[in-house]
Nanobody
Framework: QVQLVESGGASVQSGGSLRLSCTAS????????MGWFRQAPGQAREGVAA????????DYSDSVKGRFTISRDNAKNTLYLQMNSLEPEDTAMYYC??????????????????WGQGTQVTVSS
């Protein structure tokens, strides 16, 4: 089992920045993929970014490409999402996810085995 705990969500103004963190514990050495998803009220959960734990691969949704950066500190077992140039459309609950599956369909929620509880990001105009 793997436990994921997110932090860093806050309310910011449009154009601001935030860094989300996700600390993983448990059997993390077998994880092959980690990612960030977000879900706004009344909308489906959307894949934002993901990375391969054993390689250099990273991917981003078109809506955040160029503004968000996903990274991982292996020594701290922590996944990050640096979010710059935030827009009101980025307002959502952000979830950290991790899994053992393949990377090719990274944006599909069911590819992940473990989820955090979420951290709220609110961007005001």
């Amino acid at each position: 089992q793997v436990q994921l705990v997110e932090s860093g969500g806050a309310s910011v103004q449009s154009g601001g920045s935030l860094r989300l963190s996700c600390t993983a514990s448990g059997s993390t050495n077998r994880l092959s993929i980690m990612g960030w998803f977000r879900q706004a009220p009344g909308q489906a959960r959307e894949g934002v970014a993901a990375l391969q734990t054993g390689g250099p691969g990273t991917d981003y949704s078109d809506s955040v490409k160029g503004r968000f950066t996903i990274s991982r500190d292996n020594a701290k077992n922590t996944l990050y999402l640096q979010m710059n140039s935030l827009e009101p459309e980025d307002t959502a609950m952000y979830y950290c996810a991790a899994g053992y599956g393949g990377y090719s369909l990274w944006s599909i929620p069911r590819r992940y085995n473990f989820w955090g509880q979420g951290t709220q990001v609110t961007v005001s105009s």
